[in-house]
């Protein structure tokens, strides 16, 4: 065992740094980092009376909040390991999270009562039941307000490989996994985003919460506390754009963890063009790839402050970084336009073949990786494990390329490629020119059975407001554009795009909606 600093000590270091400055802002509430810390260490107190101990899985369900905000700090200081989810996931999915990860507690937002049931029902490891937002004995100022008297003051010891966070994978290929995160490679995880996303980040930076903090935004919301910059929050659950770039222009917020989604959302709201926005430096886009046309529009509303990177939960997010000065929306060949950019500092990426061999510039296979960015495994799943580190490196399962200079180009997921008459057709490519059209706003491409070709593309299009989309005309638009064979043999217009918990287009339910000949919504 090696020992490492357990994650809590940012909190606290910072609390008596900076006791005075404001931690979190959310509604019409500032915390300062005095409070928050206090807060975190009577919970922690009342938690550890109850029975929770090192090593034991304490599941969060709940939306953002300043209680949120504290249950993961609360965990660390007496060395638990925080399981947040997704809390637009449903009650069955809820409950399969917290059998599968064995939680000894579970706190739920008051909100969901259903889900609450169906965990206690499929948990019987759980020991402790707490509520966001309830008015009972046990709730979470319940919590703060028992262990008040005689907070936890020193954080529990802690090993470099002692867990700290199961971060769930969204599930694509199947049941979610756990993915095992660390004391010591999220230490690595909060050096390095402060390194390569926003160099300079201190307490005199604001960001603006616009994301669930149970995955990518929590791991962005550790920087800020190292650093002792203030978190805002946005008021409710759903992105009001209008009200973040209000709180974007009345805090100077510096700095922001979106995916594409909402970064599109944000930059095509007419508010922007109304908001002072000058203090804006790092806005960081990740999750899902981001179309070439979107990026544009982004950089021509936003100006030079993009950051994207590329990166897993099994890796933190730790895998590329594409900073301010390699954007443009010109086409310029000197920079990687289509890319996600180079290594993160201390990460290695290789372009590996079926039989795990490296592969040179310019040739496309798996994406893998190695570093202390990188996960310990998935929670009890030695199978997936075997499969996940084959050959040394982590399989990431997308498929892409390394340039020359080492900037990394992703072509998609592994599984979303599709083989037409012999030949490999890679979706994203092809989305990536549908989008050019003006009428088109989403397009989503899948390989679906063809008796001729034994595969062959549908592109499911949605049309810009006030646009409608001819699918001859955007076959004639392809033309000169992407080679033939790429063409899609059959384009559908849906109003549209289904999309996950995370915000993604989840490509099986879209071939399950074009077998079923559905719509999203259950329309035909």
């Known amino acids: ?50 029975g929770i101990g090192k090593g034991d899985r304490v599941l969060v369900h709940a939306r953002n909040s300043n209680a949120m905000f504290e249950s993961v700090w609360a965990c660390w200081l007496i060395g638990a390991v925080w399981v947040p989810t997704n809390f637009r996931l449903s009650p069955p999915e809820v409950a399969y999270l917290a059998a599968s990860s064995r939680a000894r507690a579970h706190l739920f937002d008051a909100a969901f009562p259903a889900h609450r049931a169906a965990a206690r029902e499929a948990n019987a490891q759980c020991a402790l039941e707490a509520t966001i937002g309830g008015d009972g004995t046990t709730d979470w100022e319940a919590l703060v307000a028992e262990g008040a008297a005689e907070p ?58 616009v994301a669930p903090l149970s995955h990518g935004a929590g791991i962005h919301a550790l920087a800020q506390v190292a650093r002792g910059a203030k978190s805002v929050l946005l008021p409710g659950e759903r992105l009001d754009t209008a009200e973040a770039w209000r709180l974007i222009e009345a805090h100077r917020v510096s700095n922001m963890f979106t995916v594409p989604t909402i970064l599109n959302a944000l930059a095509r709201d007419p508010t922007a063009g109304t908001r002072d926005r000058s203090s804006l430096r790092h806005v960081i886009y990740a999750g899902a790839p981001m179309y ?15 950051v994207q990177y590329y990166g897993l939960g099994e890796v933190t997010g730790n895998i590329t970084v594409l900073p ?71 399989h990431t399962g997308d498929l892409g390329h390394l340039d020359a200079r080492g900037f990394l180009t992703i072509t998609g997921r592994a599984s979303d490629m599709y083989i037409s008459g012999g030949s490999n057709v890679y979706p994203r490519e092809v989305e990536e020119v549908l989008l050019t059209h003006p009428a088109v706003a989403e397009a989503c491409v899948v390989g679906m059975p063809d008796p001729k070709w034994g595969e062959s593309g549908v592109a499911v299009l949605v049309p810009r407001a006030g646009a409608t989309i001819d699918p001859a005309a955007v076959l004639a638009h392809l033309d000169g554009r992407l080679a033939r064979y790429k063409w899609p043999a059959r384009i559908v217009v849906w109003p549209e795009l289904p999309r996950s918990g995370y915000g993604k287009v ?5 071939r399950r909606l074009l077998e079923a000949g559905e719509a999203p919504g259950g329309g035909a």
Not at 12 to 35: C, G, I, K, N
Not at 352 to 357: G, H, T
Not at 365 to 378: H, L, P, Q, S, T
């Open 1 to 50: 065992m090696i020992p490492t600093a357990n994650l809590a000590s940012l909190l606290l270091q910072t609390a008596r740094r900076l006791p005075d400055r404001p931690a979190l802002v959310w509604r019409d509430r500032v915390w300062t980092w005095r409070e928050t810390a206090a807060r975190a260490a009577a919970a922690a107190a009342a938690l550890r009376a109850r």
């Open 152 to 209: 936890v003051a020193i954080p529990a010891d802690a090993e470099r490989d002692h867990p700290a966070w199961f971060f769930y994978t969204s599930g694509t290929t199947g049941r979610p996994k756990g993915a095992v995160l660390t004391h010591g490679q999220l230490g690595f995880v909060v050096v390095n985003h402060i390194a390569d996303l926003m160099p300079g980040l201190s307490e005199r930076d604001a960001s603006l919460v």
């Open 292 to 306: 070439r046309e979107d990026q544009k529009h982004a950089l021509r509303v936003l100006g030079p402050c993009l």
């Open 324 to 394: 301010p000065e390699w954007h443009t929306a010109e086409d310029d060949p000197a920079f990687p336009v289509g890319s996600c950019g180079y290594p993160r500092t201390g990460i290695e990426i290789a372009i590996l073949d079926a039989e795990n061999r490296p592969l040179p510039a310019g040739e496309t296979g798996e994406i893998c990786v190695r570093g202390n960015a990188v996960f310990a495994g998935y929670f009890e799943n030695e199978e997936a494990n075997a499969r996940a580190f084959a050959g040394g490196w982590f």
């Open 506 to 510: 989840p490509k099986r339910e879209v």
